[in-house]
């Protein structure tokens, strides 16, 4: 199965993302075999640093070693899916600026919604930062089921038990991108969540 033919936006309505940056996955995946999915920010301005673009992408490079931290031997997206772990972002066009408006979060919040529901045999979500716990708690709040995640400091928070529809859910911060090699404090706690989702497989 291919996310991008299930999962589209038609009408492209927000104003603080760059549409041309659009992206919606495109590989082939089992559905059935997926057990995790890690949910983090928006696209990136360049696609070439998506997840899974071809050669070695900055996405893919941050996240290998966030994996690599927790103990898990990879070496690229192929092996991280291998382990039955599907990413995907929280939205699907780049930024313009630093911040993600709260409507654009919840317009993307619909497509998001229709991706999640494609993987019936999902154990946990990973919510690598911010903006991906706001928009899974909008879908939870649009369906009348109340915050998944509470709001707070993300240190404060993480570490216990959140549901979402009846599976786990990880508040913890993003591994996508450059920041996470400069933000060496947040790296042992991105490790932790990541290999305490992973031992729910």
Request: positive net charge; contains cysteine; charged residues 25%.
């Amino acid at each position: 199965m291919q996310v991008c033919k299930h999962v589209r936006c038609e009408r492209f309505p927000c104003s603080d993302v760059r549409h041309e940056c659009h992206i919606i996955p495109d590989i082939d995946v089992k559905p059935n075999n997926v057990s995790i999915i890690l949910i983090s920010e928006a696209a990136p301005a360049d696609p070439g640093d998506y997840y899974y673009a071809k050669v070695n992408p900055l996405f893919q490079q941050t996240t290998v070693q966030a994996f690599n931290d927790a103990g898990a031997e990879v070496s690229s997206m192929r092996d991280i899916l291998r382990l039955g772990v599907y990413l995907t972002t929280a939205v699907k066009c780049a930024k313009t600026g630093y911040g993600i408006k709260a409507g654009t979060i919840k317009e993307c919040s619909r497509l998001l919604e229709q991706e999640l529901a494609l993987f019936p045999n999902v154990k946990a979500y990973l919510l690598m930062g911010d903006v991906a716990i706001k928009a899974v708690n909008t879908i939870a709040e649009r369906a009348g089921e109340g915050k998944v995640i509470p709001s707070g400091s993300t240190y404060k928070i993480r570490g216990r038990e959140y549901f979402f529809r009846g599976r786990r859910a990880f508040p913890s911060y993003l591994q996508a991108g450059p920041s996470f090699f400069i933000e060496k404090s947040k790296r042992k706690m991105i490790a932790e969540d990541i290999a305490s989702a992973m031992s729910l497989r």
